[in-house]
């Protein structure tokens, strides 16, 4: 029979569970969950023994206060591993506005004196007579102009994060696809063409929307050689879903390897040597993000790839008969010039 305890003895066991509380308080990272497994199967072994051997020995307290050790030691652990995450997080924090103000303003540094630099070189164009001499300041013209345009896309693409990126507006997207596809025709002797244009609104960046879309139209170009289609298209799908603004072209193409890295900055959609600044299609993705949207690609080699910024829309479509489906391809129809979509 076991012994009944006395109130001296429960406020022992008392005092013996506050300073095992008080010790496990203590006991905090790195300790490896290993070290309480092993004293737990020492505590349970050395307390079998016990009930056994003593005959008054009271096998509820010590439990209960191993328990409670248990119980400290792991929400002090939890509570250290969330402040090393909180930690970690505000670091990847303080790293990512710092890339930022670094492109910001080593874009806004480089602006000027690029400025400069081109235009000398253009007041030089303008004396030289040599054949030689005015291919050489052809070249470099375009590398300046090349690098003014790496400036501006940087800058553009480290504030896309910021609150004041957007000045939105109501943008009526069929006529401002037209304004656009005008602005480029006379630019590259490719085959223009205007595929369906939903009349639709959304609130957008007028400006921002179309460097997003004359950034597609230069890789487009880029890409296609003379006589080639590219055609632009407006679809509204459906109340409550992304319009698409679709770019299309019947170039090369995007090998399926090199698909998901378009998006990249400096990076470009084939393995020659590098035609562009790398920052178009960046440009392009931080655009589509910055409005809530998002940008896809999907191509065959060889037959051309096809490019959808979408964009919410909170305004109703009009009730028109239903698109072609997303995700089709785009190649040029021999027979009418007109865009087919790949089944």
Do not use: C
């Not at 109130?7 to 309480?36: N, Q």
């Not at 770019?247 to 400096?266: K, S, T, W, Y």
């Amino acid at each position: 029979m076991r012994a009944t305890s006395s109130p001296t003895a429960d406020g022992g066991i008392a005092e013996r569970i506050s300073g095992l509380g008080r010790f496990a308080v203590r006991l905090s990272w790195p300790f490896k969950p290993a070290l309480l497994d092993a004293v737990w199967a020492v505590f349970s072994a050395g307390n079998l023994i016990a009930i056994f051997a003593l005959a008054g020995w009271e096998t509820v307290p010590f439990l209960m206060a191993a328990m409670f050790g248990a119980m400290v030691w792991h929400a002090r652990r939890k509570l250290t591993a969330e402040q090393e995450s909180h930690r970690v997080s505000e670091e990847n924090a303080r790293l990512l506005a710092t890339q930022r103000r670094f492109l910001q303003d080593a874009s806004h540094q480089l602006r000027t004196p690029i400025t400069i630099a081109l235009g000398h070189a253009e007041l030089l164009a303008g004396g030289l007579t040599g054949r030689q001499e005015g291919h050489d300041i052809e070249v470099v013209l375009g590398e300046l102009n090349r690098l003014r345009r790496i400036a501006e896309r940087l800058l553009v693409i480290a504030a896309a994060e910021g609150p004041e990126f957007l000045q939105r507006e109501a943008v009526e997207l069929d006529s401002f696809t037209m304004e656009i596809l005008r602005r480029w025709r006379p630019t590259a002797d490719r085959r223009w063409q205007l595929g369906r244009l939903d009349k639709v609104t959304v609130q957008a960046d007028r400006e921002r929307l179309g460097l997003a879309v004359d950034a597609l139209l230069e890789n487009a170009v880029r890409h296609t050689a003379s006589g080639d289609v590219i055609k632009l298209s407006v679809v509204a799908v459906g109340y409550g879903l992304p319009v698409r603004m679709i770019v299309a072209d019947a170039g090369q193409g995007i090998p399926a390897e090199l698909l998901r890295h378009v998006f990249d900055r400096f990076r470009s959609g084939d393995n020659g040597p590098p035609r562009g600044t790398g920052l178009g299609l960046a440009l392009v993705s931080a655009v589509a993000r910055a409005h809530g949207g998002d940008v896809l690609v999907h191509s065959i080699p060889g037959q051309g790839s096809e490019f959808e910024v979408l964009l919410p829309t909170r305004s109703p479509p009009l009730a028109l008969p239903p698109g072609p489906a997303p995700g089709k391809l785009a190649g040029a129809d021999a027979a009418d010039g007109r865009l087919a979509r790949k089944p």
